[in-house]
């Protein structure tokens, strides 16, 4: 299975800006890809996904206007760009392949509809 390597976490002041990217070990062309952050004590959450050509993203309200989802299949990385920054954003960020089906976009924001995970980076952001 193909493995995740998450990087561009920091420490960054509210309204600032952040690049995330993860690192996949193969081909990850054909997967749909997502993006979970987890915050001390709260349970992970979506915050993006990807089809597999970068044509169609998704995100939550929450984030919506702020961060941009985007991929690199000939290098196998997707990045997640996060601008104005809000301490409600600090949380481990995760990305994570998605089970190829056909219903992926109907559950996106869930979970077990992905099968490979990175280990996460730390996004702190201080008011």
């Known amino acids: 299975e193909v493995q995740l390597v998450e990087s561009g976490g920091g420490s960054v002041q509210a309204g600032g800006s952040l690049r995330l990217s993860c690192a996949a070990s193969g081909r990850i062309s054909s997967r749909f890809m997502g993006w979970f952050r987890q915050a001390p004590g709260k349970e992970r959450e979506a915050v993006s996904a990807?089809?597999?050509?970068?044509?169609?993203?998704d995100y939550v309200d929450s984030v919506k206007g702020r961060f941009t989802v985007s991929r690199d299949n000939a290098n196998n990385t997707v990045s997640l760009q996060i601008n104005s920054l809000k301490p409600e954003d600090t949380a481990m960020y995760y990305c994570?392949?998605?089970?190829?089906?056909?219903?992926?976009?109907?559950?996106?924001?869930?979970?077990?509809?992905?099968?490979?995970w990175g280990q996460g980076t730390q996004v702190t952001v201080s008011s």
């Open positions: 994570a392949a998605g089970i190829p089906n056909g219903w992926f976009w109907r559950r996106w924001k869930t979970s077990s509809n992905y099968n490979s």
């Open positions: 990807i089809s597999p050509s970068g044509s169609t993203t």
